[in-house]
């Protein structure tokens, strides 16, 4: 579930994204590719670009950037640009969770979870392979549940042994998933605690795009939580906006 994303703003219109899949490429290579494909899109060429800001896991391989930012910082900045209300924000990417607590683009406080991969996007690319469906069947069958099942191993490795096992005792399939997400959603709320919980709430990252996974939260959180129109790229956007700023 790995993806680099780009995204270029031009200060006169939209930011203009992209989002290239991860693979056997070198990190820079990836993200190189997603600079040209960015500057293709938005009409510019890629050596004009005045400043390139690296963020995520694998900023400090991308040499031809002009400065790295923490992940924190640049979701905090994008989610501010979107959804201004915005106090509690939840990323929940491919290699880890992360919860901020933000104010008007600045954090405030930051709860990380990164422990057996547990609580992310490769631990459901990991469900996803022993059941045989899809990131979107998943979500899909996830609501057809009726059970409150709930995934207990907080390790992905003991997850899958209690997966096989559920699926060889008979449980429904759409039982098990639902209790995957309602699994995450309860390793990822002693961070919303230990932040302070307030409205509003905002998830971003890949995993965000799921309905099941916004409904699990919601159900142990107890509020509507936020999901802007293009999840994926807040922390490129922030990214982009803090390059923006320096030039300012």
């Avoid at 994008?78 to 209300?85: A, E, M, T, W």
């Amino acid at each position: 579930m790995d993806r680099t994303k780009a995204v270029i703003s031009k200060g006169d219109g939209d930011p203009v994204w992209v989002i290239v899949p991860g693979g056997t490429e070198s990190t820079e290579k990836v993200a190189h590719m997603a600079l040209q494909l960015a500057a293709e899109k938005a009409g510019v060429a890629a050596t004009g670009i005045r400043h390139i800001t690296a963020t995520g896991a694998g900023r400090e391989y991308i040499s031809f950037a002009d400065q790295e930012a923490p992940e924190f910082q640049c979701l905090a900045r994008g989610i501010h640009s979107i959804l201004p209300s915005t106090r509690i924000l939840l990323d929940l990417g491919a290699r880890k969770s992360l919860a901020v607590k933000c104010k008007e683009g600045r954090t405030l406080k930051v709860a990380s979870s990164s422990k057996c991969a547990s609580g992310t996007g490769t631990y459901i690319e990991m469900v996803s392979t022993i059941l045989g469906v899809d990131f979107v069947e998943m979500t899909e069958l996830a609501l057809q549940s009726k059970e409150n099942l709930t995934i207990q191993s907080t390790c992905a490795v003991f997850a899958e042994s209690e997966i096989i096992s559920l699926v060889h005792d008979g449980v429904k399939i759409e039982d098990i998933i639902w209790g995957v997400f309602r699994g995450i959603s309860g390793r990822i709320y002693p961070h919303l605690l230990d932040l302070g919980i307030e409205q509003d709430i905002t998830a971003v990252g890949g995993v965000a795009r799921s309905k099941a996974m916004i409904l699990a939260l919601e159900e142990i959180v107890g509020y509507n939580i936020n999901v802007p129109e293009h999840p994926e790229i807040i922390g490129a956007l922030g990214a982009a906006m803090i390059g923006r700023d320096i030039l300012s």
